[in-house]
């Protein structure tokens, strides 16, 4: 099992920029595709960004598409998500998170992704 802790949300007005980061400990972290996820209040968890093993493969959920992105750093067990031009809609908790079975192309797929971190609160004000 791998254990995955989010930093980097907070507060921040229409427009504005985040990072959120993710440090992974416990079992081999450079063999497992890594996910971002967000949950918003009264809503489901949805699925915002995907990276492969090695970072040569990523997605995207459409809504996100050319203004976040994501990046792993391997030699420091560290997985990113580089937010920009950030939205009202963009509110919500973002959750890091491994999969060992999608390590070779990442997954958009929830039930894919077995270990997930404890949140952290994005908030964007207009």
């Known amino acids: 099992q791998v254990q995955l802790v989010e930093s980097g949300g907070g507060l921040v007005q229409a427009g504005g920029s985040l990072r959120l980061a993710c440090a992974a400990s416990g079992r081999t972290f450079s063999t497992d595709a890594m996910g971002w996820f967000r949950q918003a209040p009264g809503k489901e968890r949805e699925f915002v960004a995907t990276?492969?093993?090695?970072?040569?493969?990523?997605d995207y959920a459409d809504s996100v598409k050319g203004r976040f992105t994501i990046s792993r750093d391997n030699t420091k067990n560290t997985v990113y998500l580089q937010m920009n031009t950030l939205k009202p809609e963009d509110t919500a908790v973002y959750y890091c998170?491994?999969?060992?079975?999608?390590?070779?192309?990442?997954?958009?797929?929830?039930?894919?992704?077995?270990?997930w971190g404890q949140g952290t609160q994005v908030t964007v004000s207009s």
């Open positions: 990276i492969n093993w090695n970072g040569g493969r990523t």
């Open positions: 998170t491994a999969s060992r079975r999608a390590w070779d192309s990442g997954s958009r797929d929830i039930t894919e992704y077995g270990s």
